[in-house]
């Protein structure tokens, strides 16, 4: 039982933090899953039938599956800072890699998603993967562990925080290290994954095994005995994270937290190869998102409206019944460049499970300006409904390349082949990238045709990229000056 002090402390927190207006259904548990180098293409629920996934599939036709949502950035650590902060990375200070040698870090003093639940009285906790820094920027009551490498073991040690945590409302996030790519090795025919297509591996995991020669190898990832062995192993290290999702809804039931438990599935980037990761094309930037919600009655629906990253803090607090300000709602003038707002640049998409039909969104911005410190590539994008244009900032110099995605098996066999073609894009073109770049997402979903200079599409250039610019200016992004400059 609590202590009078406590509920004393409760009381006064949640005080201080204001309410939604309207609020009235029992403040939900909220567990948020973020999954690493997780494609949207590897899961069974976004139309793929050859992984298995039968946990994440579960968890959509429980609830709603978004089809349009966007990462603003394909590299770990700025998209985590995104999801956590509801800023984009370059307001929120997280421009790359939280690795001593990047030594990037998100600013001090500003307030995110686990600080405003834990003012808002809920008891907050992290499993798995983090990758931020500065902790107190996100300060979360209790670190359950730090290893996300078996998320059965994860999903066991989550159920101990479950049962010490019925009485109040919590938070907790967990992020597994699968299906992110471990161990570089070029000098073997196939890039072994962490216990990599063989029926060993963690404990207490069961295992899904893969034949490379049966699979169907995505579109901008070139067709070679490494990449398949390569894909094999990474489907079932999806298989892995699913298996452990099936773990923890397990716990939730066995503690009777299933129904009033709000259940996000999001990952960071893409998939771990050139044409996905560390890019803003859509293998890169558009991710699974499933909701579960267990106080709607809406079951397997799936919602094609233009979400991202930014709006899972604002959302997340808005089931919470927590209203925090945000773009809509910001005092006059823009947030200075180098310093965090104090507003959040998403928006809540909650009210889909009330009314979709009342919940429109016609556009999404995209921003990524490193991986590591010497990837060096900004670049800010907005999406439409139709259509896509990047900005490359720094389009003189050739697309850098991670060290994960250069050393990959996949990648090798590429160089070693001499083609033209890394799957259905030139390489030269990836390599080498004009200043802007506009593709028709409905005719166009491999973003090969470049519309930026047909005079046909200047109209619509300039509309977005004025569209762009006044984003950028609200948001406070230092990158702003190379648009006078350049």
């Known amino acids: 039982m609590r202590s009078l002090f406590q509920i004393l402390l409760v009381s006064l927190q949640l005080l201080s933090v204001e309410a939604v207006p309207g609020q009235t259904s029992p403040r939900p548990n909220l567990v948020l899953i973020v999954a690493d180098d997780h494609d949207r293409s590897a899961l069974g629920c976004y139309g793929n039938s050859q992984v298995k996934t039968p946990n994440l599939d579960y968890l959509a036709?429980?609830?709603?599956?978004?089809?349009?949502?966007?990462?603003?950035?394909?590299?770990?650590?700025?998209?985590?800072?995104?999801?956590?902060?509801?800023?984009?990375?370059?307001?929120?200070?997280?421009?790359?890699?939280?690795?001593?040698?990047?030594?990037?870090?998100?600013?001090?003093?500003?307030?995110?998603?686990?600080?405003?639940?834990?003012?808002?009285?809920?008891?907050?906790?992290?499993?798995?993967?983090?990758?931020?820094?500065?902790?107190?920027?996100?300060?979360?009551?209790?670190?359950?562990?730090?290893?996300?490498?078996?998320?059965?073991?994860?999903?066991?040690?989550?159920?101990?925080?479950?049962?010490?945590?019925?009485?109040?409302?919590?938070?907790?996030?967990?992020?597994?290290?699968?299906p992110h790519r471990t161990g570089v090795r070029t000098d073997l025919p196939h890039q072994p994954n962490a216990h990599g297509n063989r029926a060993e591996g963690h404990d207490g995991v069961r295992e899904t095994l893969y034949s490379p020669d049966s699979l169907k190898v995505p579109y901008f990832v070139q067709d070679s005995p490494e990449s398949r062995a390569e894909l094999a192993q990474y489907y079932q290290s999806v298989s892995r994270v699913d298996y452990g999702v099936g773990k923890l809804i397990g716990q939730l039931r066995e503690k009777g937290l299933w129904d009033n438990t709000v259940i996000i599935y999001v990952s960071d980037n893409g998939m771990p190869l050139p044409g996905a990761k560390t890019t803003h094309y859509e293998p890169g930037v558009r991710l699974p998102l499933i909701v579960r919600n267990p106080f709607s009655k809406k079951k397997n629906e799936t919602c094609g409206e233009l979400v991202s990253w930014l709006d899972i803090a604002p959302t997340l607090l808005d089931f919470a019944g927590v209203a925090v300000p945000d773009l809509t709602s910001r005092a006059k003038g823009a947030a200075g460049a180098g310093k965090p707002s104090d507003y959040l640049h998403g928006k809540s998409w909650k009210s889909v499970f009330d009314n979709p039909a009342g919940f429109r969104s016609d556009t999404v911005f995209l921003s990524h300006t490193f991986h590591g410190v010497f990837h060096y590539y900004p670049m800010r994008t907005v999406v439409t409904p139709r259509f896509k244009l990047i900005w490359n900032i720094a389009y003189q110099l050739p697309f850098p390349f991670a060290t994960d995605l250069w050393d990959s098996a996949t990648w090798q066999a590429y160089l070693r082949s001499g083609d033209e073609y890394f799957g259905a894009r030139p390489v030269a073109q990836y390599k080498q990238r004009p200043r802007y770049e506009l593709y028709d997402l409905e005719n166009d979903t491999r973003e090969l045709n470049n519309l930026a200079g047909n005079p046909s599409y200047q109209a619509m250039v300039t509309s977005l990229l004025n569209s762009l610019k006044s984003h950028l200016v609200k948001t406070g992004d230092p990158w702003i000056g190379k648009w006078e400059r350049d």
Request: charged share 15%; proline share 7%; aromatic share 14%.
């Open 61 to 178: 036709s429980e609830g709603m599956l978004f089809s349009r949502a966007y990462a603003t950035t394909a590299s770990c650590s700025p998209s985590r800072s995104v999801i956590l902060s509801g800023r984009h990375n370059h307001n929120n200070g997280q421009y790359g890699l939280q690795q001593p040698p990047h030594h990037f870090h998100s600013y001090q003093g500003m307030k995110t998603l686990p600080a405003y639940l834990s003012q808002a009285g809920y008891r907050t906790a992290r499993i798995g993967k983090y990758h931020l820094a500065p902790e107190s920027s996100y300060p979360f009551d209790v670190v359950i562990s730090t290893d996300g490498s078996n998320p059965a073991k994860m999903a066991e040690l989550s159920g101990s925080f479950f049962e010490q945590n019925k009485e109040q409302p919590f938070f907790l996030y967990f992020c597994t290290t699968d």
